[in-house]
């Protein structure tokens, strides 16, 4: 998700007329669009920018994205002034990424409310996307902004706000102009792409925008991140099983296999019902193949739990697997239990998934 911004920050810049600096210290302004979901991303960040300081004292600095936006919401919740010794000149959310080369070019950010609708309303994505060529083939178009899911763990919900689907108009026609520029494989992104319904109304669905995809002369192959399972529908495995221009490679995160932890990180379903998801999958393809992510050491996870993930690792034998120990999230429910895993069991914890995924 943060490549795609990225990617549509850059755009817009060289759009209006900036230059892309060969190097940081040829450049006069430099942006960092930052991810928050755990807190090694925000310990990198503030030692880049301290290092920024130090170094670059002259040039502009925007801090963009999901760390921004947590320093934001910090600081109108009044919590110690986070950020206030940062260095940076514009600190503007994911929600505001969009605005960067209109601020930069025209404004200040004290203006950005004022550009703030047309920025919100994603038809800025359409225009930026419009320069952009493929890479090796393939365009990434994002489908959905933010997420409803409040996994009781994640931040995302918080810094990326409520779940909004970009309408199907405007990601038809970006993927459309990305074909006719040479892209065969389009990768649609979202937090949770499943639940995409397009806002005018109707039912322009997953499965519709899927299908009316695949329709386009000149793609062959169709992938999608992430999906939740718990909106992995019947009809959801009967598209993407059935329509050969559709990946058969799933990202389904199932993040534990204890029913206890699982309900926990309010996750909406049950060991049960990923296991019967899966299976159904597997039952409609014989090509599918399907990754996921774990949380190893969420509060309260005993060896018990732990070993619910790993024999659920056993049952379902994942293609790969993305493992990753919990830390706490500001704003989220889980931040106000006592992070009590240790950090040596939670390394141990992770040691030992990637020693179960190699086996
Ligand atoms: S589905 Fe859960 S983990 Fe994924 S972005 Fe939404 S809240 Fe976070």
């Given at each position: 998700m943060n490549f795609h911004d990225s990617g549509l920050i850059e755009s817009g810049l060289l759009k209006k007329g900036f230059h892309q600096a060969d190097s940081v210290n040829d450049a006069d302004i430099i942006i960092f669009n930052t991810c928050s979901v755990r807190d090694h991303a925000d310990h990198k960040i503030v030692s880049e920018l301290g290092r920024l300081k130090k170094n670059h004292s002259n040039k502009k600095v925007v801090l963009a994205g999901c760390f921004a936006k947590q320093i934001e919401l910090r600081n109108k919740a009044g919590a110690n002034k986070t950020g206030a010794s940062l260095f940076f000149d514009y600190c503007l959310g994911p929600d505001e990424v969009l605005s960067i080369p209109d601020i930069l070019k025209y404004g200040n950010e004290s203006e950005k409310d004022a550009y703030s609708d047309d920025y919100k309303d994603f038809g800025l994505i359409e225009e930026y996307f419009y320069d952009k060529k493929p890479e090796n083939g393939a365009a990434a178009v994002k489908i959905t902004e933010g997420c409803n899911n409040f996994c009781s763990y994640c931040i995302v919900p918080y810094v990326r706000g409520e779940e909004r689907s970009i309408p199907f108009e405007i990601i038809y026609n970006t993927i459309k102009k990305q074909v006719s520029k040479g892209a065969e494989e389009i990768l649609l992104l979202g937090q949770n792409v499943n639940s995409y319904l397009s806002?005018?109304?109707?039912?322009?669905?997953f499965c519709f925008l899927l299908n009316a995809l695949s329709e386009i002369e000149g793609i062959f192959k169709i992938k999608f991140l992430t999906s939740h399972p718990k909106d992995f529908n019947d009809g959801l495995i009967e598209t993407v099983c059935g329509?050969?221009?559709?990946?058969?490679e799933i990202h389904l995160p199932v993040q534990a296999g204890s029913d206890r932890i699982l309900s926990a990180m309010n996750r909406g379903y049950t060991r049960k019902d990923y296991l019967r998801l899966v299976e159904k999958l597997r039952n409609g393809h014989s090509d599918i193949s399907i990754s996921t992510d774990i949380i190893v050491g969420f509060p309260g996870e005993t060896e018990e739990d732990f070993q619910m993930t790993i024999s659920l690792m056993d049952e379902v034998k994942f293609d790969f697997i993305f493992g990753f120990k919990y830390s706490p999230r500001p704003f989220t429910k889980a931040f106000e239990i006592a992070d009590d895993v240790s950090l040596e069991v939670k390394k141990e914890r992770l040691e030992r998934i990637f020693q179960k995924q190699k086996k």
């Open positions: 806002p005018e109304g109707g039912k322009k669905d329509n050969g221009k559709i990946s058969k």
